[in-house]
Each structure stands twice: as C-alpha cells, then as structure tokens.
C-alpha cells in the first residue's frame, strides 16, 4: 500500500473517493484540494479541471505516478477497514461512545446473544459494535501506552 495512505484517516480516503470525477484513476492529495488523472490509452495524462469542469491535458513537467495514490488502493483500504470480518490479533476501536475509544487487541470469540470479541485486557464487546483500528490510530495507540507506562 502506498505509504501516504497509510498516513489518511478513514474519512480523509472516504472524502477523496467520493470526490472523484469519472475515470481518475489516481489522485495526489493537497493543501487545500485534491488533484485527480487520469491516462489515455496513447498515455497522455489528464488532470481534472474543477473550474472548467471537465478533463484537461497535463502538461506538468512532474510524472503523476511519482506522487500519486491509486484510487483503487483507497476504494480497498476503505473496504478493509468496513469489513466485519475480525480475526484474533485484529486491534480495533469500538463504535459505541459510551464505551470510549480505547485500542483493544482481539484474543478470542464467544457466541452469547451475539457473536462477542475478547480482548488483551480482559474485557469483552460484541462484534457488531467494533470496527478495525487504522494504521494511524494503532500507533497513537502504542504511543500513549508507551507513554503511560514509561
């Protein structure tokens, strides 16, 4: 996986995704926009123009391709973190608020009204209320830990 996905939050990918016009392909993310391509058959480069609304040849002196994120690689990343597939190992977030937002590590299963997951601490959440943890906030979480156990 690209290492600038690796450093988008799951909104962020969402965001680029939905904004795509038709046919992009790969986009490079900036301050304040994101620039999508898109490539010919004869390989000439497109960049889509917000302002005209349609597809303008790129003429930049820079390959997209040395900067650029697929958008296949974001549509997959998205469709991973949304699965509901969990295996132990897995480090996830809860999706209930009341819960808070602490990092669990999965350790087992148990079906009790509902399938429950079982975590390094000891406690337990039904799987429905969990979703996978992103590369990001996985390694916020080992800071803090870190931090808290200095």
């Not at 939905?18 to 490539?39: H, Q, S």
């Not at 819960?99 to 087992?108: E, P, V």
């Not at 429905?128 to 590369?135: E, G, I």
């Amino acid at each position: 996986m690209h290492k600038q996905i690796e450093n988008l939050s799951i909104e962020q990918m969402r965001e680029i995704v939905e904004g795509a016009p038709e046919r992009a392909e790969v986009c490079i993310p900036c301050l304040e926009d994101v620039m999508y391509f898109a490539k010919r058959d004869d390989g000439k480069w497109f960049k889509w123009s917000n302002g005209y609304n349609q597809w303008l040849e790129y003429f930049g002196k820079v390959d997209p391709m040395d900067l650029a994120m697929d958008l296949n690689d974001l549509r997959t990343a998205i469709a991973k973190h949304d699965s509901q597939e969990f295996k132990v190992g897995d480090w996830v977030l809860t999706t209930d608020p009341w819960f808070g937002k602490a990092l669990l590590r999965i350790t087992g299963f148990a079906m009790v009204a509902e399938k429950t997951a079982f975590f390094e601490c000891g406690g337990f959440f039904r799987v429905s209320a969990l979703r996978h943890a992103t590369s990001l906030e996985i390694k916020a979480g080992h800071r803090l830990e870190a931090e808290r156990h200095g």
